[in-house]
Protein backbone atom coordinates (compact mmCIF):
# COMPACT_ATOMS: atom_id res chain seq x y z
CA UNK A 1 0.00 0.00 0.00
CA UNK A 2 2.92 2.25 0.83
CA UNK A 3 4.71 1.52 -2.88
CA UNK A 4 0.87 2.47 -4.14
CA UNK A 5 0.56 5.49 -2.37
CA UNK A 6 3.99 6.87 -3.15
CA UNK A 7 3.19 6.50 -6.51
CA UNK A 8 0.03 8.11 -7.01
CA UNK A 9 1.82 11.38 -5.02
CA UNK A 10 4.55 11.03 -8.11
CA UNK A 11 2.06 10.73 -10.83
CA UNK A 12 -0.16 14.00 -8.99
CA UNK A 13 3.43 15.98 -9.17
CA UNK A 14 4.39 15.11 -12.11
CA UNK A 15 3.76 18.39 -14.58
CA UNK A 16 1.51 18.18 -17.56
CA UNK A 17 1.18 19.69 -20.79
CA UNK A 18 -1.55 22.00 -19.16
CA UNK A 19 1.20 23.24 -16.52
CA UNK A 20 3.93 24.08 -18.73
CA UNK A 21 1.10 25.93 -21.19
CA UNK A 22 -0.19 28.28 -17.97
CA UNK A 23 4.13 28.65 -17.05
CA UNK A 24 4.39 29.63 -20.61
CA UNK A 25 1.54 31.63 -21.37
CA UNK A 26 0.37 30.08 -24.41
CA UNK A 27 -1.57 27.44 -25.30
CA UNK A 28 -1.64 23.32 -24.70
CA UNK A 29 -1.65 23.11 -28.61
CA UNK A 30 1.44 25.13 -28.73
CA UNK A 31 3.56 23.54 -26.51
CA UNK A 32 2.57 20.36 -28.41
CA UNK A 33 3.93 21.71 -32.13
CA UNK A 34 7.03 22.95 -29.71
CA UNK A 35 7.71 19.23 -28.28
CA UNK A 36 6.92 17.87 -31.87
CA UNK A 37 9.33 20.16 -33.29
CA UNK A 38 7.14 22.05 -35.77
CA UNK A 39 8.72 25.07 -36.94
CA UNK A 40 5.78 27.45 -37.55
CA UNK A 41 5.82 28.23 -33.73
CA UNK A 42 7.20 31.95 -33.07
CA UNK A 43 10.76 31.91 -31.83
CA UNK A 44 9.59 34.16 -28.67
CA UNK A 45 6.68 31.32 -27.62
CA UNK A 46 9.00 28.13 -28.36
CA UNK A 47 11.91 30.17 -25.44
CA UNK A 48 8.81 30.68 -23.24
CA UNK A 49 7.74 26.81 -23.72
CA UNK A 50 10.94 25.27 -23.40
CA UNK A 51 12.21 27.26 -20.25
CA UNK A 52 8.75 26.33 -18.70
CA UNK A 53 9.86 22.44 -19.56
CA UNK A 54 12.77 22.78 -18.31
CA UNK A 55 12.23 24.70 -15.29
CA UNK A 56 9.10 22.01 -14.33
CA UNK A 57 10.80 19.22 -15.00
CA UNK A 58 8.16 18.10 -17.94
CA UNK A 59 8.49 14.95 -19.01
CA UNK A 60 5.88 13.77 -22.41
CA UNK A 61 4.03 10.43 -21.88
CA UNK A 62 5.03 8.44 -24.98
CA UNK A 63 2.49 5.97 -24.70
CA UNK A 64 -0.22 8.61 -23.99
CA UNK A 65 1.23 10.18 -27.15
CA UNK A 66 0.88 6.89 -29.47
CA UNK A 67 -2.75 6.33 -28.44
CA UNK A 68 -3.86 9.48 -29.60
CA UNK A 69 -2.28 9.47 -32.58
CA UNK A 70 -3.08 5.38 -32.98
CA UNK A 71 0.35 4.68 -33.13
CA UNK A 72 2.15 1.87 -31.14
CA UNK A 73 5.69 2.42 -31.23
CA UNK A 74 6.36 -0.25 -28.46
CA UNK A 75 7.84 -3.89 -29.29
CA UNK A 76 7.87 -6.53 -26.35
CA UNK A 77 10.87 -9.33 -26.58
CA UNK A 78 10.06 -12.35 -24.03
CA UNK A 79 13.32 -14.50 -23.80
CA UNK A 80 13.65 -17.17 -21.18
CA UNK A 81 16.43 -16.46 -19.14
CA UNK A 82 18.60 -13.11 -19.22
CA UNK A 83 21.89 -14.47 -18.03
CA UNK A 84 22.06 -16.75 -21.02
CA UNK A 85 24.93 -15.24 -23.14
CA UNK A 86 22.70 -15.97 -26.52
CA UNK A 87 19.80 -14.49 -25.25
CA UNK A 88 21.83 -11.58 -24.42
CA UNK A 89 23.76 -11.17 -27.43
CA UNK A 90 20.06 -11.64 -29.16
CA UNK A 91 18.46 -8.73 -26.90
CA UNK A 92 20.79 -6.71 -28.17
CA UNK A 93 20.93 -7.05 -31.89
CA UNK A 94 17.31 -6.83 -31.61
CA UNK A 95 17.41 -3.52 -29.76
CA UNK A 96 19.86 -1.78 -32.12
CA UNK A 97 16.97 -2.86 -35.39
CA UNK A 98 14.28 -1.28 -33.20
CA UNK A 99 16.24 1.48 -32.57
CA UNK A 100 16.69 2.34 -35.85
CA UNK A 101 13.30 2.14 -37.35
CA UNK A 102 11.59 4.34 -34.87
CA UNK A 103 10.84 1.55 -32.29
CA UNK A 104 11.40 1.22 -28.26
CA UNK A 105 12.13 -2.20 -26.96
CA UNK A 106 10.97 -3.75 -23.64
CA UNK A 107 12.46 -6.61 -23.43
CA UNK A 108 11.56 -8.89 -20.28
CA UNK A 109 12.27 -12.68 -19.08
CA UNK A 110 10.06 -15.42 -18.54
CA UNK A 111 12.14 -17.35 -16.47
CA UNK A 112 11.68 -20.44 -18.20
CA UNK A 113 8.15 -21.11 -16.86
CA UNK A 114 4.91 -20.96 -18.65
CA UNK A 115 3.34 -19.07 -15.73
CA UNK A 116 5.65 -16.11 -16.07
CA UNK A 117 5.71 -16.28 -19.51
CA UNK A 118 1.54 -15.66 -19.62
CA UNK A 119 2.32 -13.02 -16.64
CA UNK A 120 4.87 -11.19 -18.98
CA UNK A 121 2.59 -11.49 -22.02
CA UNK A 122 -0.51 -9.68 -20.14
CA UNK A 123 2.00 -7.01 -19.14
CA UNK A 124 2.95 -5.91 -22.28
CA UNK A 125 -0.74 -6.43 -24.38
CA UNK A 126 -1.44 -3.72 -21.42
CA UNK A 127 1.10 -1.44 -22.49
CA UNK A 128 -0.62 -2.13 -25.74
CA UNK A 129 2.79 -3.03 -27.65
CA UNK A 130 2.99 -2.89 -31.51
CA UNK A 131 4.18 -6.51 -31.99
CA UNK A 132 5.97 -9.50 -29.24
CA UNK A 133 9.00 -11.41 -30.02
CA UNK A 134 8.20 -14.45 -28.33
CA UNK A 135 11.59 -17.07 -27.67
CA UNK A 136 8.87 -19.38 -25.80
CA UNK A 137 9.60 -21.30 -22.41
CA UNK A 138 7.81 -24.89 -24.17
CA UNK A 139 5.96 -26.04 -27.06
CA UNK A 140 3.04 -25.84 -25.63
CA UNK A 141 2.66 -21.47 -26.54
CA UNK A 142 -0.72 -21.88 -24.99
CA UNK A 143 -0.83 -17.39 -25.30
CA UNK A 144 -1.03 -17.49 -28.86
CA UNK A 145 -4.91 -17.27 -28.88
CA UNK A 146 -4.74 -14.87 -26.06
CA UNK A 147 -2.41 -12.66 -28.35
CA UNK A 148 -4.47 -13.10 -31.25
CA UNK A 149 -7.55 -12.56 -29.34
CA UNK A 150 -5.97 -8.93 -28.94
CA UNK A 151 -4.63 -8.73 -32.54
CA UNK A 152 -0.98 -8.40 -31.53
CA UNK A 153 1.75 -9.49 -34.03
CA UNK A 154 3.86 -11.87 -32.87
CA UNK A 155 6.95 -14.16 -34.02
CA UNK A 156 8.67 -16.97 -32.44
CA UNK A 157 12.45 -16.90 -32.80
CA UNK A 158 14.93 -19.40 -31.62
CA UNK A 159 12.45 -21.71 -30.72
CA UNK A 160 10.70 -23.02 -33.82
CA UNK A 161 11.35 -25.87 -36.13
CA UNK A 162 10.72 -25.87 -39.97
CA UNK A 163 6.99 -27.17 -39.19
CA UNK A 164 5.81 -24.32 -36.70
CA UNK A 165 2.12 -23.39 -37.96
CA UNK A 166 3.28 -19.37 -36.82
CA UNK A 167 5.58 -16.72 -38.01
CA UNK A 168 9.53 -17.63 -37.04
CA UNK A 169 12.57 -17.50 -36.83
CA UNK A 170 15.35 -20.17 -36.35
CA UNK A 171 18.05 -22.26 -37.52
CA UNK A 172 18.79 -25.30 -39.18
CA UNK A 173 19.41 -27.30 -35.67
CA UNK A 174 18.76 -30.47 -36.91
CA UNK A 175 21.72 -30.43 -40.27
CA UNK A 176 24.02 -28.66 -38.01
CA UNK A 177 23.91 -31.22 -35.52
CA UNK A 178 24.01 -33.66 -38.44
CA UNK A 179 27.20 -32.61 -39.23
CA UNK A 180 28.84 -32.42 -36.24
CA UNK A 181 27.76 -35.84 -35.44
CA UNK A 182 29.14 -37.08 -38.35
CA UNK A 183 32.92 -35.29 -37.68
CA UNK A 184 32.75 -37.19 -34.16
CA UNK A 185 32.63 -40.56 -36.52
CA UNK A 186 34.82 -39.55 -39.38
CA UNK A 187 37.83 -39.31 -36.80
CA UNK A 188 36.78 -42.60 -35.38
CA UNK A 189 34.01 -41.92 -32.34
CA UNK A 190 31.51 -44.53 -32.33
CA UNK A 191 29.81 -44.04 -28.80
CA UNK A 192 28.42 -40.44 -28.14
CA UNK A 193 26.92 -38.39 -25.01
CA UNK A 194 24.69 -35.92 -26.01
CA UNK A 195 23.56 -33.12 -23.31
CA UNK A 196 20.74 -31.61 -23.95
CA UNK A 197 18.60 -28.91 -21.65
CA UNK A 198 14.78 -30.27 -21.87
CA UNK A 199 12.67 -32.36 -23.52
CA UNK A 200 10.07 -30.05 -24.97
CA UNK A 201 11.61 -27.68 -26.70
CA UNK A 202 10.93 -27.31 -30.58
CA UNK A 203 14.68 -26.36 -31.25
CA UNK A 204 16.28 -28.68 -28.93
CA UNK A 205 14.17 -31.49 -30.31
CA UNK A 206 15.79 -30.54 -33.96
CA UNK A 207 18.95 -30.93 -32.37
CA UNK A 208 18.49 -33.89 -30.95
CA UNK A 209 16.67 -35.47 -33.88
CA UNK A 210 19.79 -34.14 -36.36
CA UNK A 211 22.44 -35.64 -33.98
CA UNK A 212 20.48 -39.15 -33.61
CA UNK A 213 19.35 -39.73 -37.15
CA UNK A 214 22.88 -39.33 -38.12
CA UNK A 215 24.46 -41.57 -36.17
CA UNK A 216 21.69 -43.89 -37.01
CA UNK A 217 22.92 -43.95 -40.56
CA UNK A 218 26.49 -44.51 -40.49
CA UNK A 219 28.01 -47.38 -42.22
CA UNK A 220 28.93 -48.44 -38.52
CA UNK A 221 25.98 -47.51 -36.37
CA UNK A 222 26.91 -45.02 -33.42
CA UNK A 223 25.91 -45.58 -30.37
CA UNK A 224 24.19 -42.45 -28.64
CA UNK A 225 22.97 -41.91 -25.29
CA UNK A 226 20.92 -38.58 -24.50
CA UNK A 227 21.37 -36.80 -20.84
CA UNK A 228 18.57 -34.02 -20.19
CA UNK A 229 19.77 -31.90 -17.46
CA UNK A 230 17.77 -28.93 -17.01
CA UNK A 231 17.47 -25.27 -18.74
CA UNK A 232 20.57 -23.51 -16.30
CA UNK A 233 23.81 -23.94 -15.24
CA UNK A 234 23.16 -25.35 -12.00
CA UNK A 235 21.25 -27.90 -13.22
CA UNK A 236 23.62 -28.50 -15.82
CA UNK A 237 26.68 -29.18 -13.54
CA UNK A 238 24.99 -30.90 -11.18
CA UNK A 239 23.12 -33.61 -13.73
CA UNK A 240 26.49 -33.56 -15.53
CA UNK A 241 28.56 -34.55 -12.40
CA UNK A 242 25.95 -37.05 -11.31
CA UNK A 243 26.22 -38.85 -15.21
CA UNK A 244 29.96 -38.63 -15.30
CA UNK A 245 30.06 -40.52 -11.31
CA UNK A 246 27.83 -43.61 -12.48
CA UNK A 247 31.67 -45.29 -14.13
CA UNK A 248 33.78 -44.64 -17.06
CA UNK A 249 33.75 -41.13 -18.11
CA UNK A 250 32.69 -40.99 -22.21
CA UNK A 251 35.15 -40.57 -24.68
CA UNK A 252 32.83 -37.82 -26.49
CA UNK A 253 30.57 -35.65 -25.44
CA UNK A 254 27.99 -33.21 -27.89
CA UNK A 255 26.92 -30.14 -25.58
CA UNK A 256 23.74 -28.88 -26.95
CA UNK A 257 23.41 -26.02 -24.69
CA UNK A 258 26.05 -23.15 -23.78
CA UNK A 259 25.67 -24.22 -19.86
CA UNK A 260 26.04 -28.04 -21.15
CA UNK A 261 29.47 -27.27 -22.59
CA UNK A 262 30.96 -25.44 -19.47
CA UNK A 263 29.31 -27.86 -17.19
CA UNK A 264 31.34 -30.56 -19.11
CA UNK A 265 34.61 -28.69 -19.08
CA UNK A 266 33.96 -27.82 -15.39
CA UNK A 267 33.24 -31.78 -14.89
CA UNK A 268 36.64 -32.18 -16.93
CA UNK A 269 39.01 -30.10 -14.57
CA UNK A 270 37.49 -31.66 -11.56
CA UNK A 271 38.30 -34.67 -12.64
CA UNK A 272 41.78 -33.78 -13.75
CA UNK A 273 41.16 -35.02 -17.07
CA UNK A 274 42.00 -33.91 -20.46
CA UNK A 275 40.71 -32.82 -23.50
CA UNK A 276 40.84 -34.09 -26.21
CA UNK A 277 43.14 -36.74 -25.09
CA UNK A 278 40.59 -37.85 -22.61
CA UNK A 279 37.07 -36.51 -23.66
CA UNK A 280 36.24 -35.11 -27.22
CA UNK A 281 34.38 -32.20 -26.74
CA UNK A 282 31.50 -30.01 -29.06
CA UNK A 283 29.39 -27.09 -28.22
CA UNK A 284 26.39 -25.28 -29.28
CA UNK A 285 26.90 -21.48 -29.99
CA UNK A 286 30.15 -19.63 -29.52
CA UNK A 287 31.67 -17.12 -27.25
CA UNK A 288 34.65 -15.55 -26.74
CA UNK A 289 36.14 -17.52 -24.22
CA UNK A 290 35.28 -20.61 -26.27
CA UNK A 291 37.47 -19.54 -28.67
CA UNK A 292 40.91 -18.86 -26.96
CA UNK A 293 40.68 -22.33 -24.54
CA UNK A 294 43.48 -24.45 -24.81
CA UNK A 295 42.28 -26.14 -27.01
CA UNK A 296 39.72 -24.13 -28.63
CA UNK A 297 36.34 -25.80 -28.26
CA UNK A 298 34.47 -27.07 -31.63
CA UNK A 299 31.26 -25.37 -31.74
CA UNK A 300 27.60 -25.21 -33.97
CA UNK A 301 27.57 -21.41 -34.43
CA UNK A 302 24.10 -20.14 -34.66
CA UNK A 303 23.77 -16.51 -36.81
CA UNK A 304 22.60 -14.02 -34.37
CA UNK A 305 22.55 -10.89 -36.00
CA UNK A 306 20.98 -12.91 -39.29
CA UNK A 307 18.49 -14.19 -36.84
CA UNK A 308 17.52 -10.60 -35.40
CA UNK A 309 17.45 -9.26 -39.29
CA UNK A 310 15.15 -12.06 -40.07
CA UNK A 311 12.95 -11.60 -36.84
CA UNK A 312 13.02 -8.09 -37.36
CA UNK A 313 11.94 -8.06 -41.03
CA UNK A 314 9.06 -10.72 -40.10
CA UNK A 315 7.40 -8.49 -37.35
CA UNK A 316 7.94 -5.72 -39.55
CA UNK A 317 6.02 -7.49 -42.41
CA UNK A 318 3.06 -9.32 -39.95
CA UNK A 319 2.66 -5.33 -38.49
CA UNK A 320 2.31 -4.10 -42.17
CA UNK A 321 0.10 -7.27 -43.19
CA UNK A 322 -1.36 -8.86 -40.47
CA UNK A 323 -3.66 -10.94 -43.08
CA UNK A 324 -0.47 -12.55 -45.27
CA UNK A 325 0.10 -15.95 -44.46
CA UNK A 326 2.71 -17.40 -41.82
CA UNK A 327 6.09 -18.54 -42.66
CA UNK A 328 9.00 -20.09 -40.84
CA UNK A 329 12.26 -18.83 -41.89
CA UNK A 330 15.57 -21.67 -40.62
CA UNK A 331 18.88 -20.25 -41.36
CA UNK A 332 22.10 -22.24 -42.03
CA UNK A 333 24.24 -22.32 -39.19
CA UNK A 334 27.95 -22.45 -39.21
CA UNK A 335 30.71 -25.42 -37.88
CA UNK A 336 34.04 -24.85 -36.14
CA UNK A 337 36.19 -28.17 -35.96
CA UNK A 338 38.26 -26.72 -33.47
CA UNK A 339 40.86 -28.75 -31.20
CA UNK A 340 38.82 -29.69 -28.77
CA UNK A 341 37.67 -32.97 -30.85
CA UNK A 342 40.03 -35.57 -31.84
CA UNK A 343 40.86 -39.29 -32.85
CA UNK A 344 39.89 -41.63 -29.48
CA UNK A 345 42.10 -43.34 -28.22
CA UNK A 346 42.03 -46.78 -26.58
CA UNK A 347 39.23 -49.75 -27.62
CA UNK A 348 35.43 -49.59 -27.24
CA UNK A 349 35.47 -45.74 -28.48
Not at 24 to 49: D, F, I, M, Q
Amino acid sequence: MRNSTASQRRDLARPTIYDVARSARVSPATVSKVLRGVTTVGAENATRVMDAVRDLGFRSDPLAANLRRNKRSLVGLIVPDFKNPFFGALVAAIEQLAEGSGYRLVAVSSSETESMEHRQIEALLDWRVAGIILIPSSVNLADQTLIKSEGTPFIIVDRVSAASPFDGVGVDNAEACAKMVRHFYDLGHRKLLIVASLPDLANMKDRIEGACTAARAMAEPMETEILYCGPDLAHATANVAKHFERGEPPKAVFALFIQATLAVLREVEKLGLRIPADISLAGFDDFEWMQVMHPPVATVIQPIEEMAAAAWRQLLHRIEFPEHAPSAIQIPCSLEFRGSIARPRGEGS
